[in-house]
């Protein structure tokens, strides 16, 4: 290995961890709280759900618009031809005529079947909301992943390069024992593989953590800065047992399986109401005029009308089933996300507690490595040790450093996870400061179904116009 590919090789190392600190906003240090605050404001994800929770929104506005008054107007033009006559003598007569009305009509009775299917979509959107909040845990801890990732690689690269150095000294230190006869060709040889594998392991070390930046941009939505290390822990409940109760409670798995629930027994009501008659209140007013005279008749007409179903093929108790058999699928739903849940928890406490007991053996570890690296160095000055073992050792402590690193990521990331398996990672669990998306704001515009004459209907419009804005 020439000098020349050595400085390379420094300068592509000194390079990749320059790159950190040459983001926007490297002045001062990013928290982790910086960079989940980023992730929540930028996410695409968080985005598309709320677009679908204010679809699912809309759905109680038409609900609610189904039990007002339809009102509709007609027009049409008309052209009415006879011929009449005999063999002998044929008259043709003709008229057109024009038509206005407006037809109006309101449901008074139906045994409570639109009532049901408004309720069920109020509950369509508590169950969506709970979604949403689904996914923003995912966001943040996905967030936290992508930054103690960052974290990981980078301290891998300093510690590849600072070991490269070690490893490059021993190599000289090789050779001038090589040169006054104290050491073999084989001792040389030796360092000068160990040096280039350690040349080999930084440029993978590098890759990572490229690859780490990448992940982190799409994660939090812009590159990372200078990436401080969490110190504090959050605060986690005090056993598995505390926990797995909190998530029953709290979990959005949980509640939107149990909001699922109660829509789909409300569609089971709706469907056996919709075999019942309905009353309904029919009005229209309407104008004919003979458009080649000035003939005219004005007209009108108020009545009740009742109308149930005699005979559908079969179609509404077949709904009616099949409401029964979501409603069945539903309540199994539930209660295997309860089953999950309260896996998913113990399991991330039981990461959690595997995570520390790693990170304290990796730090005894590599207290042990470093005394045992050190003292064979000097044990080589004596003639006591060979090169191959100050090379072994030094391996030694550098995997355990390797570990303590992963390690400590480990740790941080289980310790979110925690808190995610519970239904306790959000924004505004994590105190953020952030501005949180409020999923009740847009719903209180749209869910009294206003017109966009309305004072309620423009307020509507003007958010609309900003939300298109973003």
Not at 203 to 230: C, K, N, Q, S, Y
Not at 424 to 432: E, G, K, Q, S
Request: with cysteine; hydrophobic share 45%.
């Amino acid at each position: 290995m020439t000098m020349r590919q050595l400085l390379r090789w420094s300068f592509v190392a000194v390079l990749g961890v320059a790159c950190l600190g040459a983001q926007p906003g490297a002045a001062r240090a990013e928290t982790l709280a910086d960079a989940l605050v980023s992730a929540y404001v930028n996410s695409g994800l968080l985005e598309q759900n709320r677009a679908l929770l204010r679809a699912a929104d809309e759905d109680v506005a038409q609900s609610v618009a189904n039990l007002r008054p339809i009102i509709e107007w007609t027009a049409d033009v008309t052209r009415d031809f006879s011929q009449a006559g005999s063999s002998l003598l044929t008259r043709n007569s003709g008229e057109t005529t024009a038509n206005l009305g407006i037809v109006g009509s309101l449901l008074l009775y139906d045994f409570g079947r639109r009532d049901f299917l408004t309720e069920a979509g109020k509950e369509t959107v508590l169950a969506t909301r709970e979604v949403l909040r689904s996914v923003e845990q995912d966001v943040l801890l996905t967030a936290v992943q992508a930054y103690m990732n960052v974290i990981r690689n980078r301290e891998f690269v300093l510690l590849r390069r600072n070991n490269l150095r070690l490893l490059e000294e021993e190599l000289r230190a090789a050779s001038d024992r090589f040169e006054v006869g104290e050491v073999t060709r084989t001792d040389v040889a030796q360092a000068e593989a160990a040096v280039a594998l350690a040349q080999s392991g930084l440029a993978a070390a590098e890759g990572d953590f490229e690859r780490a930046v990448e992940e982190f941009r799409e994660a939090i939505g812009r590159g990372p800065g200078d990436l401080r290390t969490p110190g504090d822990l959050p605060q986690l409940r005090s056993n598995v047992a505390a926990g797995k109760a909190a998530a029953m409670r709290r979990h959005p798995d949980v509640l939107e399986a149990q909001r699922n629930v109660t829509v789909s027994e409300l569609n089971m009501q709706a469907a056996a109401a919709a075999k019942r008659p309905t009353l309904n209140l029919t009005g229209r007013l309407g104008t004919t005029n003979d458009l080649a005279d000035s003939e005219f008749t004005r007209s009108g007409s108020v009545g009740l009308e009742l109308r149930g179903p005699i005979y559908e093929g079969g179609r509404l108790t077949s709904r009616e089933r099949q409401a029964r058999a979501q409603r069945d699928q539903r309540l199994a739903q539930l209660h295997l996300a309860g089953l999950q849940v309260k896996q998913d928890v113990g399991n991330a406490f039981a990461n959690l507690r595997a995570a520390r007991a790693r990170r304290e053996a990796n730090r005894e570890a590599v207290r042990a490595a470093r005394v045992a690296f050190e003292g064979t160095r000097e044990e080589v000055k004596l003639g006591a040790r060979t090169t191959l073992d100050v090379l072994d050792a030094e391996q030694d402590l550098l995997d355990a450093e390797a570990s303590l690193i992963s390690a400590n990521a480990d740790v941080v990331i289980a310790a979110y996870a925690v808190l995610a398996s519970m239904g306790d990672l959000t924004a505004r669990d994590l105190n953020l400061g952030v501005r949180t998306y409020d999923p009740a704001a847009y719903y209180d515009l749209v869910k009294t179904a206003p017109v966009p004459l309305s004072p309620q209907g423009k307020k509507l419009d003007r958010v609309l116009r900003a939300l298109g804005k973003n």
